[in-house]
Structure formats: C-alpha cells, structure tokens
C-alpha cells in the first residue's frame, strides 16, 4: 500500500504539472469602449451647436430686441447678425407669420413678410377678374416666381395645403403648455400663487384649416422667398457681387435655375418698406414657397411645450432630407398689462446626413459598425457607420409600396420619404450590416439595453457567414430626446476551439496518442509472444491482452476531437471515449471478479468453475449498457456543435464547442462508470493478499486506482477549471496516455521481468548438471585404474558435487515452476490440492 500511495502522490504531481503547461492563451477581441465615448462626445458636442446658436439669440432678443421685428427693415439687421454673429443654419419665426432663414446650402437667406392667408374671389360678370380679402393682402397676390426660368406667377395655394386663419382677431388667449393652463386662484399660498400667475403665457388665437379648392373662391399665400446676400449679410442681386460660396467667400451672380440672371423690382406697399411703395422687398428673390412656420410641426410643439424642444425627424420643407429642429421659445411682455405673450421661436436645424456622414467617416472602413436609433418606438434609423438612408421612397398614394422609379424627377413627383424602422431594415436582404444592426437591436431589446454589459449575436443566429457581434449599448439623452446608441464590433474566432492541421496542439495531441497506441500496442505483443512460459499463463494472458488492446484504441480517441467542431464529430466523439473506455475497462473487471470469485469459493472449500469462455461472456453486458446508454442519448438529448460567445474583463470571443441540451447525459455516464470504477477497486482490494504465482492482485489493485485516480482529476480540470477548447483536448490526451500507459507497464513489466529471472535461473540450472556429469566421468576412470586414495577422494567428490546439484535443481524447480498450473477451465479442485 505503501507503493500505491507513493504511484498516486507522483501521479498528482504529473497531471498538475501537465496541466499547467497546457496552452492557456485566449485570443479574443477587446472590447474598445473608447468607440462609444468618442461617438457620444461627438454627437453631444455636434447637437450643441444648434444649443448655442439659439441661446445667444434669445439673450440677442432679451438684450435689444428685434428692431422692428422682421419687417420693416429688422429684416436686413437681423439677417446681418445672424450671417456674422451665428455660425450654423438659424430660423427666427413669428407669431405673426413672419419668418427669417439664413442658410448655407442655398447661398442665402429665406425671408417671409408676416400675414396670413387671404381668399380669391373670382369675378365673373366685372370689370375685375378677382377680389381679395382682406384687400392689403392683394400685393401678394403675383409675388410669385418660378424658381426655373424667372416667370411671374401668382402665390396660389394648393388643394389640402395648411393656412392660418385669425379667431377674435387673434385676441390673446392662455397657450396650451401645462403651467400656462393651471387655474392659480386655485393654489392656497400666495408665493405659490404668484409663481403660478408668472409661469402663465398668452398666445394669439388663430386656427389651422385645410384649403378645400372651389370653383369660385380660391386662396393665396404670402410666399417665403430664397434671396441672395453678398459679403456683406446684405440682400442683394448685382452681378458678380452675390455670394456664391459661403464657405470660401467666393462671388459671383445671383441666377435662376436655367442661368437667367435675377433682376427683381416688384413694387408695393410691403411691410419691409414700412408700409409705403417700394421695389426691393424681393430683391435677390429667386424662388418662392408656400411656407407658414406656425403649422410646421416644430413650431407647433413648441408653442404647446413652451420650452427647450427637439422636434422628432422630419422632412425638411426645403430639401426633402431628414433631420431634426431644435427650438426654444421668445417672449415680450405686454405693458398694458404686465402679461407674458409668446411672441414666436428661435430654431435651428440638425440634418441626419451630418450625422451618419460623421459615422461614415470615422468607422466605414473599419471593423466596427455603429448604430444610432431613436428610443420611442417604431425605433426609426437616425444615423448608421455604412451610410443606410434612415429614410425610403414610398408611393405618396400607397406608403406600403416602394417607389417604382429612381428617376429624381419622377420620384418627387410621384414619391415621399418615409421614415425606416430599425426593425424593418433589410427586408429585402440587401445588405449584410443592415441584418446585423436589425439583429443587434432585437438582442439589445431583449436584454432592457444594458448599459454596462457586453451583448452577444451569435454567426448562427445571423444565418449568414461565421461571424458572432458583441454589442455595448448607449443611452444619449437632451430634453426631449432620447436615443440608443450602439457600438458593434465583430469577434475573432478562437483558434483554439478547434485544433487543426498546423497547430502546436494538433501535434501535441497526435504525438500523445500515437505514443500511448504504439506502447500499448507493442507490450501487448510482447506479452502475446510469451504466453507459453508459466509467469505470463499465471497472469491470464488472454484478458491481459484485450485489456493492452482496449487500451491502444482508447489512445485513439482523442483524434478524434481534432478537427472542426460539427454535429457529426460531436457524436463520434462520444462514442468513441466512452466505448473505448468501457471496452478497455470490462476484461480488466470481469478479470478482478473472477479472482474474487474464486478465492471467495477456495476459502469456503466449494468447487466452481470459470472457463474464460464464459469470463468473455460476462463483459458483454458491460458494453452492452453503455452501448444502451449511447444509443438513446444520441437521439434523445443528441451532441450538437454550438456557436459560444464571451466576455471577460472585457475580452469578447466567439467559439464553437459540443454541448448538450442537459447534464442529464454527463452525470449518467458519471455514474456508471463510477459504478464499474468503483466496484473494480473494491474487489482489487479484497483480493490485494493472493500470492501473485496465482494471480496479479497487486497490479489490478494498482491499474484500479490509477484509473479511478486519472480519471478523477481529469474530469475536476475539465469540469471546474476554465480553459479553451484546445487544453481540454490536450488533457484528455494526457489524461488517456497516463492512465493506460502506466497501467499497461504495470500489467506486462513485473511478468516480463519474472520470464527473464526464469530463464536465468534455468541455465545456472543447466550449467551445475553439466558439472557433475563431469565429474562422475572422472570417478569412473579412476575406478578404472584402481588408484584407491584416488577412489576415495573422487567419490567424496562426487557425492558433494552431487548433492549440491540435487539441492539446486530442487531450488530451481520450485523457483520456475508453480506446485500446479491451473487449467484453462479454471478448476478450484486442482488450485486446492496445489496450496496442499
């Protein structure tokens, strides 16, 4: 017992030392949290702006106001400030309808005079062809130009346009925003009271109706007009003095579409002149719109919100592009009454393309992906790192159906922009990165969009291609708006999850398993080769032999985790391990029982019989029941090849490695083979004081608990240690090599070692009768000659040569031959009266 432990304490110091040798190093992708910082900071800093610009002019109108509003010549100081003193596109609207835009992508500024709609009445039996009321509004009427050729037209409104139509004569009454609507006299503390009364705002009555076209009533608009600046910020349309590039500075001529210059002198009685005749209030004008900011929706929220809003993403009036308005509102305060009077907003616009333009630069030609997408469902597309329009061109008659043509004209004539959920981004299967944004978002929905923790989309889940996304969430928030902003980065495949033609590990593993194949293999043969000297028959050579065997071709079984990892090699990994495992285990155990049996009936002097025949039969149900097992695992809980990501420490990987649906597999061939283990070791131990001429009780005692050992701390590292797929591969190969290897030279050495000490023991036998004969022919020929002293002196001679001859002979018989040799049927007869 004493050896054994000593075999176990060097075992465990191997297999640790082993372990610790295994390749351990897990590639995987760092996580670069550093991506969404950088994108939040962008889109933090690039949504300020439109922050900045309207607070300082609010603080611009809080200081001096606007002289004269927008008419009356404040249009030309206004339109002066904001081209010096604002950087980015800025719009001052109105309760009065009056409107002021200075943009840069349309080389100039938007101006709209204020007044409301007026109506057309056809005359048919008089001298003039139509009335309109009210009649100041008239001027308006031909203001109108078209953008193409410079033609006059007239500011006629379109069928189910908007227009602003005056209630009480836009009396004052309390806005809709919630403080403004509270009942004060209601609020019992009069501080409290006070504040109430502050926080209320007035607002002019008017409504919003939908022109119906008639016959004999039409209506008309007061046209918003695009007119060009020079250097200066000034309205203007001489040659070669209009800026042409806000940018650069450069100049050039102010023209319509079709290169005809602009040279515009209608004349009227227009606000801008303060109410007398004059021809250059449209000046410069080189297109016309019908345009009113109080029915756009960003102004409508906010006259409703009364704070800090972002509209929700629209189409621009404008361009048509997709974007988003920022707005905060402007007061006065009524003299005559000390009331707050919400006098219009301040706005500034934010284009998504700038946006996805920023992505599209910093990332469309890396690995990373990002994805912006609003909080509030359908969760619309606000800008991605590849460029995908946030938008597409539906039939204005029919939004379910796409657009039919790619032509720009016929697409603004018979199409519209509509927003594009996330959740409905590749539909038609065009663009892989539009799959994975679609499928990462499902993911992050699933999980509440962590913050902290990293997301998984796994290659199989994609259904395309063999590459799994890790995810990190962000939340950006500022007053109203609330986006997800997600920053995804593909994994490496680990290549250590499959060990493959090249890799250190595929060696390692090949050469481990070929060494124990090939030491097994060939101690078998050695052991084959003297099964007719009496040590080997002692040692039942036949299950000895199919023990070596079964271990050689358990040395196989960790080839065949070499490999790709699919549904196939997964089953046949499981088959191979535990088959070649129980196949080399039961001549090992029916051998121990056998023993057990027989020494059991010896000491209870009854006669049985055991044939090895019969001992081959009892490892049938062995194999048998695992054979069972095997079988209605593979179609009931069958191994399959699982895609596995992960993190940690902020490594993300992605793997493909055999799993189960449940343990229930693993613990039912945990147990049986504990059982055989187990029961095996138990019956080594009983039998453990049998002299070893008649068994090898000692060695299956030894190849017992080595197993049970090997196997132990092999299943510990693999269950409970974490490491990659290509250590577990290489300790199960140290695992098998070790146990089989070792048993097998406990097994075949001590009886090849006791062949060995036979032999040598047999020819100093042969060589002592060589002796004696020699000198009995000497007595002979002294008898011969009659020579009596030497008569006495050989005989005395030869009696001692004699007798040591006899007692060695004697010795060596009972060294090199047992008092009895059992015969292949195993008669306990025959072993009792041997130990007589």
């Given at each position: ?367 990373k992906l990002v994805m912006i997408v609003e909080g509030k469902e359908p969760n619309n597309i606000i800008a991605t790192s590849t460029g995908t329009f946030p938008h597409s061109w539906v039939l204005r008659a029919n939004a379910s159906v796409s657009c039919p043509t790619t032509d720009q004209v016929e697409r603004r004539s018979l199409c519209q922009r509509k927003r594009v959920p996330i959740l409905e981004l590749n539909n038609n299967g065009l663009d892989d990165a539009d799959l994975v944004f679609r499928r990462v978002f499902e993911e992050q929905k699933a999980r509440d969009f962590p913050l902290t923790d990293l997301v998984y989309l796994k290659a199989t889940e994609l259904q395309q291609g063999d590459t799994a996304y890790a995810s ?313 000659f009659g020579n009596k002293s030497s008569l006495y002196q050989g005989t005395s001679s030869s009696v001692a040569f004699a007798a040591s001859a006899s007692f060695l002979r004697e010795a060596s018989d009972r060294e090199s031959a047992p008092p009895f040799v059992p015969p292949e049927d195993g008669d306990q007869s025959k072993m009792q009266e041997a130990n007589d």
């Amino acid at each position: 017992m004493m050896r054994m432990s000593c075999w176990a304490l060097c075992s465990c110091r191997l297999v640790l030392l082993l372990f610790l040798l295994l390749p351990s190093s897990l590639r995987a992708t760092e996580f670069n949290t550093e991506v969404m910082a950088r994108v939040q900071e962008f889109v933090a800093n690039f949504m300020q702006l439109p922050l900045d610009s309207t607070l300082r002019t609010v603080r611009y109108h809080d200081l001096i106001g606007f002289p004269r509003d927008l008419g009356a010549l404040g249009r030309d100081f206004n339109t002066r400030w904001l081209f010096f003193e604002v950087p980015n596109q800025l719009m001052i609207a109105l309760e009065d309808g009056s409107f002021l835009w200075l943009v840069n992508d349309f080389r100039g500024v938007a101006y709209r005079e204020p007044g409301n709609s007026y109506a057309i009445t056809m005359n048919a039996n008089s001298s003039k062809a139509f009335t309109v009321s009210p009649p100041e509004m008239e001027k308006y009427w031909q203001a109108c130009v078209d953008a193409e050729t410079g033609a006059p037209q007239t500011c006629q409104k379109k069928e189910g346009s908007l227009y602003v139509q005056c209630a009480h004569d836009c009396a004052l009454e309390r806005c809709p925003d919630a403080d403004s609507q509270r009942n004060c006299s209601l609020v019992p503390d009069l501080t409290e009271r006070r504040r109430c009364q502050g926080g209320i705002t007035w607002c002019p009555q008017y409504t919003i109706e939908k022109y119906n076209d008639t016959t004999t009533t039409i209506r008309g608009f007061v046209p918003r007009t695009k007119q060009c600046l020079n250097a200066s910020g000034m309205i203007d349309q001489r040659p070669g003095n209009v800026l042409a590039n806000y940018e650069t500075g450069e100049l050039g001529d102010c023209l319509f579409r079709d290169g005809t210059p602009v040279s515009r002198t209608l004349a009227g009685d227009y606000e801008y002149c303060r109410g007398e005749v004059c021809n250059t209030t449209f000046s410069g004008g080189y297109e016309t719109q019908d345009y009113d900011p109080r029915f756009r929706s960003w102004y409508v929220t906010q006259k409703n919100t009364q704070d800090m809003v972002w509209s929700a993403p629209y189409a621009f009036f404008t361009t048509g592009e997709f974007g988003m308005t920022f707005t905060r509102p402007l007061y006065h305060r009524d003299r005559s009454d000390g009331k707050t009077v919400f006098k219009g907003v301040i706005a500034a616009n934010y284009y998504l393309k700038d946006l996805s333009g920023f992505l599209t630069t910093q990332y469309n030609q890396t690995d990373k992906l990002v994805m912006i997408v609003e909080g509030k469902e359908p969760n619309n597309i606000i800008a991605t790192s590849t460029g995908t329009f946030p938008h597409s061109w539906v039939l204005r008659a029919n939004a379910s159906v796409s657009c039919p043509t790619t032509d720009q004209v016929e697409r603004r004539s018979l199409c519209q922009r509509k927003r594009v959920p996330i959740l409905e981004l590749n539909n038609n299967g065009l663009d892989d990165a539009d799959l994975v944004f679609r499928r990462v978002f499902e993911e992050q929905k699933a999980r509440d969009f962590p913050l902290t923790d990293l997301v998984y989309l796994k290659a199989t889940e994609l259904q395309q291609g063999d590459t799994a996304y890790a995810s990190q969430g962000g939340l950006f928030e500022h007053a109203n708006v609330k986006w997800h902003v997600f920053v995804i980065l593909p994994l490496e495949r680990q290549p250590t999850d499959a060990a493959m033609p090249g890799d250190p590990v595929f060696a390692a593993v090949t050469v481990l398993s070929t060494v124990g194949f090939a030491t097994c293999l060939v101690l078998c043969f050695l052991f084959l080769g003297h099964r007719k000297e009496t040590a080997v028959i002692m040692a039942d050579w036949r299950f000895t032999c199919l023990y070596l065997i079964g271990c050689s071709v358990l040395n196989l079984a960790p080839l065949t985790m070499l490999g790709e990892s699919t549904d196939e090699t997964c089953l046949l990994r499981g088959w191979a391990f535990n088959m070649a495992f129980v196949c080399a285990l039961s001549p090992l155990y029916v051998k121990v029982w056998r023993m057990f049996k027989l020494l059991k009936a010896s000491a209870g002097f009854k006669r049985v019989n055991v044939t090895n025949f019969q001992a081959l039969l009892y490892t049938l149900p062995i194999i048998c029941i695992e054979t069972v097992i095997l079988f209605v695992f593979s179609f009931v809980d069958p191994p399959l090849a699982v895609e596995l990501v992960g993190v940690g420490n902020g490594l993300g990987a992605q793997s493909i490695t055999c799993t189960r649906m449940t343990d229930a597999f693993f613990w039912t061939q945990v147990a049986y083979h504990a059982f055989l283990v187990l029961t095996g070791c138990i019956l080594a131990f009983l039998t453990r004081n049998l002299h070893p001429k008649y068994g090898e009780a000692k060695q299956l005692a030894f190849t017992m608990y080595n197993t049970a050992f090997t196997g132990v701390i092999t299943a510990v590292l693999l269950e409970f240690v974490e490491m990659d797929q290509s250590s577990r591969i290489v300790l199960c190969a140290i695992g098998v090599l070790w146990g089989t290897v070792l048993s097998a030279f406990a097994f075949v050495l001590p009886r090849l070692l006791q062949v060995a000490d036979t032999k040598k023991m047999v020819h100093a036998r042969r060589r002592l009768m060589d002796v004696s004969e020699g000198n009995q022919q000497v007595l002979m020929s002294q008898m011969a000659f009659g020579n009596k002293s030497s008569l006495y002196q050989g005989t005395s001679s030869s009696v001692a040569f004699a007798a040591s001859a006899s007692f060695l002979r004697e010795a060596s018989d009972r060294e090199s031959a047992p008092p009895f040799v059992p015969p292949e049927d195993g008669d306990q007869s025959k072993m009792q009266e041997a130990n007589d």
